[in-house]
């Protein structure tokens, strides 16, 4: 049975909106709220990172590897709940805590709270270091200029490769998937309390990656199509170019997300929310790849010949009538 994504495209696109909409929409409530539209995390707006690693020298001391949970039980008590944990270190003996800027009081609170719980500390590899604001606004930048040169050369790649248009409407899909996962984030940081951090920038790179990949695909069967049966309709182009593509789409897409599920699942809190903004964008790829990107391009074309049809008309003679009256 020949699935037509040309019949429905409406629906489609009303979908997009929708989500688009409501992503704006929570961006803007969290600028309100948080000044920024998404909760930023201590990467882009400096914070004290604490490192710690477990005495060794003392006899059963390091038997066991730390449990995160103690650790995230201590800092939780100390107030610091929105702290990013991770266990490091040869054999998990060490810890890094990274938490909202901490004066000395502070610190040697959460050290001496640590280290009643786990045990004593080497003070040799004690690291205790300050990131500033200007940093964080440098991460920024640098995460914003990256993505803006990859969307341009993204744009000659595909304009080389197909025409610009082509290029024009993938770049439309891929803001529809990086727009509707920072939507997703937004609402998160304002409902949970969730925040990013630089790997959220690395998140969006490479879903701007994937779903150009996916999108490429397409177009190369749309363009072997037409190459094949040039007076055929666009749409028909498109329904069978993505009705021929579409197996390959899902079974890709879903072999990527049973790993993303896994390290949701198993890869711990640090990697937690990258692998879940890969899952929301690689999902709104293939998404935007089959319904967006393919449609967009077909009513595109089919726009485009219409003024061409119009504007290749000759008018009517009408003198010769009027002669004859």
């Not at 929105?82 to 060490?94: D, E, L």
């Not at 993204?154 to 610009?164: C, D, P």
């Not at 529809?176 to 998140?203: K, P, R, Y």
Request: charge should be neutral; hydrophobic fraction near 45%.
């Amino acid at each position: 049975m020949k699935f037509s994504v040309i019949k429905r495209r409406s629906f489609w696109w009303t979908i997009s909106a929708a989500l688009m909409m409501i992503s704006i929409v929570a961006m803007l409530i969290s600028w309100q709220q948080l000044g920024a539209p998404l909760r930023p995390s201590l990467d882009f707006i400096g914070g004290t990172r604490l490192q710690f690693e477990r005495d060794c020298t003392q006899p059963d001391k390091c038997s066991q590897p730390i449990n995160i949970s103690d650790v995230r039980e201590v800092v939780d008590a100390e107030k610091l709940n929105n702290s990013s944990i991770q266990v490091v270190g040869k054999n998990q003996q060490g810890i890094s805590v990274r938490t909202k800027t901490l004066n000395v009081e502070q610190r040697t609170q959460l050290q001496t709270a640590l280290s009643e719980k786990l045990g004593a500390f080497d003070p040799k590899a004690t690291q205790i270091d300050t990131v500033g604001p200007t940093l964080g606004r440098q991460l920024f930048t640098q995460g914003l200029l990256a993505l803006v040169v990859s969307f341009a050369g993204i744009v000659i790649y595909l304009s080389v490769r197909f025409q610009l248009d082509y290029a024009v409407i993938a770049i439309l899909a891929l803001f529809h998937d990086v727009l509707i996962t920072l939507g997703v984030f937004s609402i998160l940081g304002l409902v949970a309390g969730i925040e990013v951090d630089s790997l959220f920038v690395v998140a969006i790179l490479t879903i701007t990656g994937f779903s150009v990949t996916d999108t490429v695909v397409i177009y190369d069967r749309i363009r072997e199509i037409l190459n094949l049966h040039p007076n055929d309709h666009i749409d028909k182009v498109v329904d069978d170019a993505t009705n021929q593509t579409l197996t390959r789409s899902i079974n890709t897409t879903l072999t990527v997300l049973l790993t993303l599920f896994s390290l949701f699942l198993f890869g711990g809190e640090t990697l937690r929310n990258f692998a879940l903004a890969l899952i929301i964008g690689f999902t709104m790829g293939a998404y935007s790849s089959i319904f967006i990107a393919s449609t967009l391009l077909a009513w595109w074309r089919e726009r485009r010949s219409e003024s061409q049809i119009v504007g290749s008309a000759e008018p009517i003679d009408t003198s010769a009538s009027s002669q004859d009256s």
